[in-house]
């Protein structure tokens, strides 16, 4: 079966730098999305990546190892504003995406 | 209208009740999707259409249907409500059908099916 595991929860301190994982298990692979949702809301786009490396979006990052079926996220200088729940969704062989169950991230001052 | 329109964007419906939800974009997107999401799942896609008249079931269709007889609106019926429905739904647009492009998501409807 296809299978998208990210962490339930994460804990980090306000300035500090998280590192979100997801790795997958998927039919085929045509791409990894990272999503932000805050609570109550609708997810917004964060990141894609296709290819192998780190594409660095201001203080986010997204890395992408398709041989290991591994991703991360990670923010950089976070803020209060950045506690949310991150959600990774791979695009499979048939373009369908399977998302995570999402990552809920505290941030504490 | 700017993006996603969803409504309602809350319900209580008794259960057998037929429920329309809306969603209308103004982005001339080809793809529309829905998704629900409930709690300790990743969201899951119930049906989509890649361009106005043809639609496709997702991974959770069952007692689902929809219809897309125009670019802008992708309406989601449930014909006859069950608990299991209870869910927030929702709707999506993508300029990229297949999976490849940045998805524009509406506020969501919370449902509860009683």
């Known amino acids: 079966g296809q299978n998208i595991d990210q962490p339930t929860e994460m804990t980090a301190t306000e300035g500090a730098i998280v590192q979100i994982n997801c790795t997958y298990q998927t039919s085929g692979f045509n791409g990894l999305f990272w999503y932000q949702q805050h609570a109550g809301e609708a997810p917004t786009f964060l990141s894609y990546?296709?290819l192998d490396g780190l594409e660095e979006k201001g203080r986010f990052s997204s890395f992408l190892s398709r041989s290991k079926g591994y991703s991360y996220l990670l923010l950089k200088e976070l803020q209060m504003k950045d506690s949310a729940s991150y959600l990774c969704?791979?695009?499979?062989?048939?373009?369908?995406?399977?998302w995570g169950a999402g990552t809920k991230l505290i941030i504490k001052p | 209208i700017a993006g996603i329109t969803q409504a309602p964007t809350s319900q209580i419906l008794a259960a057998g009740r037929r429920m329309t939800l809306r969603c209308t974009q103004d982005?001339?997107?080809?793809?529309m999707y829905w998704y629900r999401q409930d709690l300790g799942l990743g969201l899951r896609l119930i049906h989509y259409s890649n361009t106005a008249g043809t639609t496709g079931k997702g991974e959770v269709p069952d007692g689902y249907s929809v219809s897309r007889a125009n670019t802008d609106d992708f309406p989601l019926t449930l014909a006859s409500a069950v608990p299991s429905q209870t869910s927030v739904y929702f709707c999506?647009?993508?300029?990229?059908?297949?999976?490849?492009?940045?998805?524009?998501f509406g506020e969501g409807s919370r449902l509860t099916v009683l």
């Open positions: 999506a647009s993508s300029d990229s059908a297949g999976g490849t492009g940045e998805l524009i």
């Open positions: 990546n296709v």
């Open positions: 982005m001339r997107h080809n793809a």
């Open positions: 969704a791979v695009s499979d062989s048939n373009y369908q995406l399977i």
